[in-house]
């Protein structure tokens, strides 16, 4: 068998173009904030809790800024090589295959590392000399290396609630990116944002968004983190579908959050308390 390599076969970068406008209400000044950063070649840390709209947010500039969205869903077995790219065998032949990062980087993409330190730490040194002035991707396995474009970037996110000694991220990597801070949107907003999303009148996500407030002051009461836009858009998704409100909350809010029977017992009773 001769081995034949045919170099960066480009996927087609046009499936991570976002084609509609996402639903997005800003919450502050984000929207400015990512565009100046974009227009100055700073990467981007997303920082905040699960579900409180990161993703979205994202998939809203690459449509705001006409860039493919690369995204990447970090976990622990993540490996520099799966950013990067690898040779696959194809048939009788061997081909090399880019990794997210390399293909974003060729296409001036915006790539987005979600969860990033799920992925381990000899992974995310890989970013690092994409992350500096020199904005560059070794990659060793074909002896180049590619200067991004002045359209490519990198966005990270990152929970601070998570954070350990184990998982966080190191200070040489924090420092290569400018923060930006996320959390729940205010009542207002998240009313406007859950009736939108799940498609229940107003007054119900009014009293959806009361209960995931009511929750979230169960934080310092030890639950690990509070309820998430996201939780209250699947109760929301469930009334509307027909479920009975309280088994629609419960479902949706008590369960998924905690195992504790206590805490749960605490969430039901305010969850019948306002619906
Ligand atoms: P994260 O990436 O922070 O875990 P997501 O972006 O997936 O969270 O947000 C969860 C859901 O909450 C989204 O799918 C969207 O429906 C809704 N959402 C949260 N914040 C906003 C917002 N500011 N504007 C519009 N939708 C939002």
């Known amino acids: 068998m001769t081995a034949q390599c045919s170099l960066s076969r480009e996927l087609p970068v046009e499936e991570y173009i ?8 800003p919450v502050g000044n984000e929207v ?3 565009t100046a950063a974009y227009k100055n070649l700073l990467p981007v840390n997303l920082k905040g809790p ?3 709209g990161k993703t979205r947010f994202m998939e809203y500039m690459a449509y705001k800024l006409k860039r493919p969205l690369i995204t990447v869903a970090c976990h622990e077995d993540l490996t520099a090589t799966d950013l990067v790219g690898r040779y696959l065998i194809k048939g009788e032949s061997v081909e090399w295959s ?3 990062l390399t293909k974003a980087v060729k296409n ?3 790539c987005y590392l979600d969860e990033v330190v ?8 890989v970013i690092h000399p994409l992350t500096d002035d020199r904005r560059i991707i070794p990659i060793d396995k074909l002896g180049v290396i590619l200067q991004a474009p002045p359209d490519f970037s990198l966005a990270i996110s990152y929970n601070p609630g998570y954070q350990s000694a184990v998982k966080d991220l190191k200070q040489s990597t924090r420092q290569r990116f400018v923060a930006i801070d996320f959390d729940y949107p205010p009542p207002e907003l998240e009313r406007k944002i859950v009736a939108h999303e799940s498609m229940v009148n107003g007054e119900m996500a009014k009293d959806l968004v009361k209960i995931g407030q009511r929750i979230r002051n169960f934080r310092h ?3 690990e983190e509070g309820v998430s836009t996201r939780l209250l858009i699947y109760a929301g998704k469930l009334i509307h579908e027909g479920i009975e409100p309280r088994e629609a909350c419960r479902i949706a809010m008590a369960r ?3 195992d504790n029977s206590d805490l749960q017992q605490s969430i039901d009773e305010i969850i019948n308390a306002i619906m």
């Open 18 to 25: 976002i084609e509609d406008e996402p639903y997005y209400v």
């Open 32 to 34: 400015e904030i990512f």
């Open 50 to 52: 699960t579900g409180s």
């Open 98 to 100: 880019d990794g997210p």
């Open 108 to 110: 001036g993409a915006i």
């Open 118 to 125: 799920e992925a381990r730490k000899d992974t995310i040194v």
């Open 221 to 223: 009461h030890g639950l």
């Open 256 to 258: 998924p959050i905690t």
